[in-house]
């Protein structure tokens, strides 16, 4: 079955660095836009960054000029370069993939599990 598992959370201090990955495995065809989500304690869901297949990339707004989404299609995987990070960035980050899988000849959207980053002040 089509797995999306992240790794690279952890502890950091404000102003310090982390670096998400995501890899996407299983029986998937395609996978068309890949990126990061995040959710921090008694908020909504919101989107990091996004990017496409073709290349075309989509930040929040919040993330500009700190965060650097990456992906690498071959090998089904995506990044998420985190630099001066601050409280605010505290939140459990979600992996996310529209995809195509086995015999399936249209787009289902995946959720990895999660990751905790945790940045202290």
């Known amino acids: 079955q089509v797995q999306l598992v992240e790794s690279g959370g952890g502890l950091v201090q404000a102003g310090g660095s982390l670096r998400l990955s995501c890899a996407v495995s299983?029986?998937?065809?395609?996978?068309?836009?890949m990126g990061w989500y995040r959710q921090a304690p008694g908020k909504q869901r919101e989107l990091v960054a996004v990017e496409s297949r073709s290349g075309d990339i989509n930040y929040a707004e919040s993330v500009k000029g700190r965060f650097t989404i990456s992906r690498d299609n071959a090998m089904k995987t995506v990044d998420l370069q985190m630099n001066s990070l601050a409280p605010e960035d505290t939140a459990v980050y979600y992996c996310t993939a529209d995809l195509r899988a086995g015999d399936s000849d249209s787009w289902t959207h995946y959720w990895g599990q999660g990751t905790q980053v945790t940045v202290s002040s």
């Open positions: 299983g029986s998937v065809t395609i996978v068309n836009t």
